[in-house]
């Protein structure tokens, strides 16, 4: 349930103000709107902008990746909004209202607190968790949510893609389905974005803006994970996935129809970004705080762990920069309004818009291209904490891949727990690499496959945004300069993630050249030692002949 320290009644209604004097984040000397969001209210706004004017906005996943980014933007490019609540459940001993706090104090804040001082009034967290039926929302938030909310933002799932089918289907699939049923009974909804990725369909060859079928009924599936017990799951997952490579696009496709389904005659809109990574521009360069994706694997070569890649050098890497999602997300909501209204006024049936938000027919990049870019400026910003000189290659073909994670991964791996264990330390190196190796089989599937992608409904998103509006909620990835954002993505790696920061890239440089050195005086021994094992063989062989 909401706290009383925000103030119950002063967000009961965005008019109601009477209120506004107990807040503890709000001057006392604040009358009106427009005061409150520092702004004059004659001000000239855009399209989508206008919008979001005094709009209540309710937002599922705000503490993670995309939510983050997706509070700090609206904050900040909708200065008239009215209330964000996020939906925050207690975790490691922290409640909700300190978890809503500590929020603000990461570094993409920054910008906002200082174009928006006055912007803590306008959060209000909103116990709740998404594993539990009905999101864990007590009534009293229910009745708020159902009173209050013009917008949804459903952004949260679990992206784990080794998650048991029970906790995959309850955050993937019941929680869409229990949300949307909330917002069908909200007097005044706007619009609901329901955030989902391209790879739903990846067992399609051409993925198109529209809802598939799903490989089992969403209902059929939640009751089974309600009453079969986990181990039998278990067993049944293989069977459930078919051609699915894991749990996560599984239950993120059988969603979709649920979403299709529970959102009839509702302004909603399915939102699919590709590989979503670091931020290109907003609201900082190169933020990224999970080790999600292709992410993970330039940090990890970076380091010198990851030294071999199944993947095609010639396939496509489909990645997008956060901050352009979170754009294009906030434009489908304003352009999901605005074709729903249109269908009412001219007594039209309304269809649900699909946008697919993707780079491989806007500004493609291969994953030999993505490599080659992470190693050019990877070896300019070194890590301080490496263990090693990059050395990353892409194998293709699956028995070669195993014998080059053999020779470049165990051997390695295994010399060194044995130099632990003789100096009587605890050998960890093996264990690193078995969940090493499970990351990189995820990444795999794709990384050695090519789709094809349509994306027509954004093209048309966009060309119905003003110059104004394109400006401000940039989404346009033929724009997208991907050497730029090399630039400082490598950056962004080793300051944000690996918490490493500028002031030792001097000394990791030198320790760098150190790594370059033993590196190839390494190659050279085993030149030798594998030209001396030819000899070998081969003398043998002769000696037999």
Same mark, same amino acid.
């Given at each position: 349930?909401?706290?009383?320290?925000?103030?119950?009644?002063?967000?009961?209604?965005?008019?109601?103000?009477?209120?506004?004097?107990?807040?503890?984040?709000?001057?006392?000397?604040?009358?009106?709107?427009?005061?409150?969001?520092?702004?004059?209210?004659?001000?000239?706004?855009?399209?989508?902008?206008?919008?979001?004017?005094?709009?209540?906005?309710?937002?599922?996943?705000?503490?993670?990746?995309?939510?983050?980014?997706?509070?700090?933007?609206?904050?900040?490019?909708?200065?008239?909004?009215?209330?964000?609540?996020?939906?925050?459940?207690?975790?490691?001993?922290?409640?909700?209202?300190?978890?809503?706090?500590?929020?603000?104090?990461?570094?993409?804040?920054?910008?906002?607190?200082?174009?928006?001082?006055?912007?803590?009034?306008? $959060? $209000?967290?909103?116990?709740? @968790?998404?594993?539990?039926?009905?999101?864990?929302?007590?009534?009293?938030?229910?009745?708020?949510?159902?009173?209050?909310?013009?917008?949804?933002?459903? $952004?949260?799932?679990?992206?784990?893609?080794?998650?048991?089918?029970?906790?995959?289907?309850?955050?993937?699939?019941?929680?869409?389905?229990?949300?949307?049923?909330?917002?069908?009974?909200?007097?005044?909804?706007?619009?609901?974005?329901?955030?989902?990725?391209?790879?739903?369909?990846?067992?399609?060859? $051409?993925?198109?803006?529209?809802?598939?079928?799903?490989?089992? @009924?969403?209902?059929?599936?939640?009751?089974?994970? @309600?009453?079969?017990?986990?181990?039998?799951?278990?067993?049944?997952?293989?069977?459930?996935?078919?051609?699915?490579?894991?749990?996560?696009?599984?239950?993120?496709?059988?969603?979709?129809?649920?979403?299709?389904?529970?959102?009839?005659?509702?302004?909603?809109?399915?939102?699919?970004?590709?590989?979503?990574?670091?931020?290109?521009?907003?609201?900082?360069?190169?933020?990224?705080?999970?080790?999600?994706?292709?992410?993970?694997?330039?940090?990890?070569?970076?380091?010198?762990?990851?030294?071999?890649?199944?993947?095609?050098?010639?396939?496509?890497?489909?990645?997008?920069?956060?901050?352009?999602?979170?754009?294009?997300?906030?434009?489908?909501?304003?352009?999901?309004?605005?074709?729903?209204?249109?269908?009412?006024?001219?007594?039209?049936?309304?269809?649900?818009?699909?946008?697919?938000?993707?780079?491989?027919?806007?500004?493609?990049?291969?994953?030999?291209?993505?490599?080659?870019?992470?190693?050019?400026?990877?070896?300019?910003?070194?890590?301080?904490?490496?263990?090693?000189?990059?050395?990353?290659?892409?194998?293709?073909?699956?028995?070669?891949?195993?014998?080059?994670?053999?020779?470049?991964?165990?051997?390695?791996?295994?010399?060194?727990?044995?130099?632990?264990?003789?100096?009587?330390?605890?050998?960890?190196?093996?264990?690193?690499?078995?969940?090493?190796?499970?990351?990189?089989?995820?990444?795999?599937?794709?990384?050695?496959?090519?789709?094809?992608?349509?994306?027509?409904?954004?093209?048309?998103?966009?060309?119905?945004?003003? @110059?104004?509006?394109?400006?401000?909620?940039?989404?346009?990835?033929?724009?997208?300069?991907?050497?730029?954002?090399?630039?400082?993505?490598?950056?962004?790696?080793?300051?944000?993630?690996?918490?490493?920061?500028?002031?030792?890239?001097?000394?990791?440089?030198?320790?760098?050249?150190?790594?370059?050195?033993?590196?190839?005086?390494?190659?050279?021994?085993?030149?030798?030692?594998?030209?001396?094992?030819?000899?070998?063989?081969?003398?043998?062989?002769?000696?037999?002949?």
């Amino acid at each position: 349930m909401i706290v009383d320290r925000y103030g119950y009644a002063t967000f009961e209604s965005q008019n109601n103000l009477k209120n506004l004097d107990s807040s503890p984040y709000i001057e006392s000397n604040i009358t009106n709107i427009g005061d409150i969001n520092g702004i004059n209210n004659d001000m000239d706004l855009t399209p989508i902008q206008k919008f979001f004017d005094g709009a209540n906005i309710f937002i599922t996943g705000s503490t993670g990746f995309l939510g983050k980014i997706l509070v700090e933007k609206l904050l900040r490019s909708c200065p008239t909004v009215s209330t964000l609540y996020l939906l925050v459940r207690n975790k490691k001993g922290k409640s909700m209202e300190e978890r809503v706090d500590e929020m603000f104090d990461d570094i993409i804040f920054d910008k906002m607190k200082k174009e928006c001082p006055k912007f803590r009034h306008k $959060v $209000v967290g909103v116990g709740g @968790d998404c594993v539990l039926p009905t999101l864990g929302l007590s009534i009293q938030d229910k009745r708020l949510l159902i009173d209050e909310i013009n917008i949804v933002f459903h $952004v949260a799932a679990t992206v784990r893609f080794d998650e048991h089918i029970k906790t995959a289907t309850a955050i993937n699939i019941r929680t869409p389905r229990d949300l949307l049923q909330l917002s069908r009974q909200m007097k005044n909804l706007k619009s609901y974005v329901h955030v989902s990725t391209v790879f739903a369909n990846c067992i399609k060859k $051409v993925i198109e803006e529209k809802v598939y079928p799903p490989g089992i @009924d969403g209902e059929k599936l939640i009751a089974m994970a @309600d009453c079969v017990p986990e181990n039998i799951l278990a067993q049944m997952t293989p069977t459930l996935l078919g051609d699915y490579p894991n749990t996560y696009t599984f239950t993120k496709q059988v969603a979709e129809d649920l979403v299709k389904r529970e959102g009839e005659n509702l302004p909603v809109t399915i939102f699919r970004p590709a590989i979503v990574v670091s931020s290109y521009k907003e609201p900082c360069e190169a933020w990224i705080n999970n080790m999600y994706g292709p992410t993970g694997v330039v940090a990890g070569s970076g380091m010198g762990l990851i030294r071999s890649l199944r993947a095609d050098g010639n396939v496509n890497a489909n990645i997008v920069p956060v901050d352009m999602v979170v754009n294009g997300m906030i434009a489908a909501a304003w352009g999901v309004g605005e074709s729903y209204q249109k269908s009412i006024k001219e007594n039209k049936t309304f269809e649900m818009p699909v946008y697919n938000y993707e780079t491989c027919s806007k500004k493609p990049i291969t994953w030999g291209e993505y490599m080659e870019n992470s190693e050019k400026y990877g070896l300019i910003f070194p890590l301080s904490k490496a263990i090693w000189y990059y050395s990353l290659c892409l194998i293709k073909y699956y028995p070669v891949y195993l014998v080059a994670i053999f020779f470049l991964h165990i051997i390695p791996a295994l010399l060194t727990d044995t130099v632990l264990l003789c100096m009587g330390r605890t050998p960890r190196m093996m264990r690193a690499y078995k969940k090493i190796h499970k990351y990189l089989e995820v990444i795999s599937y794709f990384a050695v496959r090519e789709w094809t992608l349509k994306s027509e409904g954004s093209d048309r998103l966009l060309e119905e945004m003003t @110059d104004k509006d394109k400006e401000l909620f940039f989404m346009d990835l033929r724009k997208l300069d991907w050497d730029k954002f090399f630039q400082s993505y490598l950056i962004g790696i080793r300051m944000y993630l690996m918490q490493d920061p500028m002031d030792t890239l001097e000394r990791s440089k030198k320790r760098w050249n150190r790594f370059y050195y033993a590196h190839q005086c390494l190659k050279v021994v085993l030149a030798i030692v594998g030209l001396q094992i030819a000899y070998w063989l081969l003398s043998s062989l002769m000696k037999l002949v």
